[in-house]
């Protein structure tokens, strides 16, 4: 058994508001998961999970397209918004294949899910001519950033760590994970969240990867198994202020701002599922 000097998450757990937005969240996933179009027709709503979640994430990042656009589109390298479609449905797509390796290193996952949302992860030097942002380097993909490299992170303008502190940060990140924590789903996917965005550990698409990583939690805590319940749905659904402002209170190391970022990630997460109950609803109807 993990103590809170070991695990300090638990800690996190135990803030003011925090365990009623764990419970709030557990009922919420309860209930779409007790769908009855859940039980023949899951892999249908994980994919529109899938999907919607990707636009909501693309949307925080800049390219706010709407849901048709972004199912009917099939090139993403014509601009920078296609290009953080693209780079979000990549992702979106990849992120259930990296469960496994996830608790053993987390770092291998988060470098990968950096070349994936660059593009053709085999061949950095043709995603940066194909898929990734314009001027991109080649040898910056799937690797913290150093010093000095621009950073093109939109939406968050908080003051960028020196990449010392990034790597010391990131290690002791991936400490945690593999250590595992007793805390609750949420609060473990909500810290990795927060610490991703507040290092912007790549040069491009920091904040795609933070999103994507508490997916992964999400998913391989076993709170949301199927991935029916798209945080970065309600991320998006909350608004950018919203979302710029909790994660300021991430940023401020305070009980009362990681409370209340936690409580926002919870939020998001009770939005995604509301967006996967509709989906479900639809199915029902036959209007899917």
Not at 197 to 214: D, I, K, N, Q
Request: proline share 7%.
């Amino acid at each position: 058994m993990s103590t809170n000097a070991a695990d300090p998450l638990v800690a996190l757990g135990a803030l003011p508001g925090v365990p009623d937005a764990v419970d709030s969240v557990r009922r919420a996933v309860d209930r779409v998961y007790g769908h009855r179009v859940m039980r023949r027709r899951s892999n249908e709503v994980t994919s529109e999970a899938a999907l919607r979640g990707a636009r909501g994430s693309a949307a925080l990042s800049g390219a706010d397209w709407a849901l048709e656009e972004v199912r009917r589109r099939t090139d993403f390298g014509g601009d920078e918004e296609a290009r953080t479609v693209g780079a979000a449905l990549r992702l979106g797509a990849e992120a259930g294949q990296l469960l496994s390796i996830w608790r053993q290193s987390p770092m291998r996952v988060l470098a990968r899910l950096h070349l994936v949302a660059v593009g053709d992860p085999g061949s950095p030097a043709e995603v940066v001519a194909g898929g990734g942002p314009a001027g991109a380097p080649a040898d910056s993909v799937g690797r913290p950033r150093r010093d000095g490299e621009p950073v093109d992170e939109p939406l968050i303008e908080a003051p960028l760590p020196p990449a010392a502190e990034v790597a010391g940060r990131l290690e002791g990140l991936a400490g945690l994970i593999v250590a595992g924590s007793e805390a609750p789903a949420l609060v473990t996917a909500a810290v990795v969240h927060g610490e991703l965005l507040a290092l912007r550990p790549f040069t491009t698409y920091s904040g795609l990867v933070a999103r994507a990583a508490e997916r992964i939690v999400l998913i391989g805590s076993g709170l949301d198994p199927k991935a029916i319940c798209p945080a970065e749905v309600g991320h998006a659904e909350q608004g950018r202020a919203a979302y710029v402002a909790a994660f300021e209170g991430y940023l401020s190391g305070t009980p009362d701002g990681m409370a209340a970022w936690i409580a926002h990630c919870g939020r998001a997460v009770e939005l995604g599922v509301r967006e996967s109950t509709a989906v479900c609803e639809a199915l029902q109807r036959g209007a899917a």
